[in-house]
């Protein structure tokens, strides 16, 4: 009798569901790729061709739209013209400098055998190199900065690298610089001649709604599962979730996948809604986990505050609200409090991370505009995951006498 067996039932083949998968087509999106060939349209004709920013929430099909574009553009100069193409990606997670992204360019147009340190150069040397590298290239280079926003601080190759031919750090060759950004105010805090460079064109991806959701998911469920297996109300709910919460195809995707998933866990025979529920659950636990695990003590501080005002219904909350409670609690956890200003951009950052709701409210002249916060995750749960830090006893011990 084998022990393993091949297993059976509800997918076909559930890597069409996961992150790394390209799909043949982009779906929902024909108005923004319409434009996003538009600026793309002089490479081909070997023109000069403007810097493009892209920005957009999350799980919008920035990347995904960027890479499709990218492989058709490649495949069509080839048919087309006899000219050099060249990209070069940078997922700029980790790249924090103009240093660290010079090196990266350098080595992703280098064999690994190449490659360099990107430490121990004086910073001239580095820039130097790469822009040598590249003009050995010729033709044109597409260099796209996914994630640009990392390098906010240390901007000073967004500012050259595309207007290096223009400044004569390259003669032979032509580039285009495509940043990638999921922080709608990355932008805003461009320094005006950064975002002259770097921001020459702009495309906004907008979040999808609940029918660009359902044809997304359809597309995908007609590869990644079995025929039949997925009942009527499986993909609109999932595709409704997502579209409800900030119309994101990953989490969209995520969704879907974790239902299959929990049917075949479960050996049912097809996938139901009530599986769309526990993956929604599930889901929004790990996002929980994560989210508070990875939070520095300042971060948790200021979650706990605003979770202690929510368990007193004072929430909505400004700023000022959480900044009295804050120094309670910085001051229980034995924290150096930070400024009010501070406390503001934590408040941005935990919106950002879903852990807590922002909305602008305008009450006319008198007050102005300004931010409300509340509480987005169950309670209880990020109480006890704010638990497991050792510093925030104390602050837990007074959440736990709210609850
Ligand atoms: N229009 C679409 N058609 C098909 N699949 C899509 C579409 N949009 C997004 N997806 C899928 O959804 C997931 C997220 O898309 P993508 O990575 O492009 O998002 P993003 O806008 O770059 O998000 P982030 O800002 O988080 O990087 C990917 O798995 C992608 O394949
Ligand atoms: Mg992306």
Redesign the pocket.
Known sequence: MPIFTPSTGIFDDPHVL??????E?????SHELQEYKNALQPIMDGQPTKSILLY????????????YLLSHLKADVKEYRDMELTTVWVLCENVNTSYQLAASIINSLRGPENHIRPTGYPAEDMYQMMYRELDALGGHVVIVL??VDNLQADDKLLYELPRARANGRIENVRVTVIG???DLKFKDNLRQKVKSSLAQQELL?PP?DAN?LR??LY??ADEAFQDDVLTDGVIPLCAAFAAQDIG???Q??MLLREAGNIAKKKDAAEVTEQHVQRARDELEQDLITTSVSKLTTQGKLVLASTLSLHLGDETPARNKDVYSRYKQYASLADAEPVSQRRLRDHLGDLSMQTLLDERTRNTGRQEGRFKEYSVAIDAQAAVTHLQTDGRMEQVVADLENRL
């Open positions: 996961s992150e790394e998968y390209v799909p087509n982009i779906l929902g999106r957009g929430k999350t799980g919008v099909g920035k990347t995904v739209s960027t890479k996914d994630e990638i950004s999921n991806f999808y660009q044809e997304i597309a995908r994101d195809a990953r969209a995707l």
